[in-house]
Nanobody, 123 residues
């Protein structure tokens, strides 16, 4: 399984970004996919997750109402639409995936990781 991320960049407060994560190797499998964020000096925290079977989603409280995760199962690609960004959203965003029907918020539950993409929000 390989995850290839795109998106990210430097934006100002209130602007938007879209992250995408293309996964290969999940053909015919149920999977969960999403993003974890790592700020300087901190561990990886779950931001938003989705499972392929029924589209059940998870959002960290800090992003609810601003971020939207979707998945194109035919292409095994996930997207994270991030609106009204704040400096608190700054960090490296890692796409993560696991086989199975449930998402988990612990990074240890995920076997596959993207290379990470930097998101920086200036004030």
């Amino acid at each position: 399984v390989q995850l290839v991320e795109s998106g990210g960049g430097l934006v100002q407060r209130g602007e938007s970004l879209t992250l995408s994560c293309a996964a290969s190797g999940f053909t015919g499998d149920n999977y969960a996919i999403g993003w974890f964020r790592q700020a300087p000096g901190k561990g990886r925290e779950a931001v938003s997750l989705i499972n392929s079977r029924d589209g059940d989603t998870y959002y960290d409280d800090s992003v609810k109402g601003r971020f939207t995760i979707t998945a194109d199962n035919a292409k095994t690609t996930a997207f994270l639409q991030m609106n009204n960004l704040t400096p608190g959203d700054t960090g490296v965003y890692y796409c993560a995936a696991r086989k199975g029907i449930y998402w988990y918020t612990r990074a240890e539950e995920y076997d596959y990781w993207g290379q990470g993409t930097q998101v920086t929000v200036s004030s």
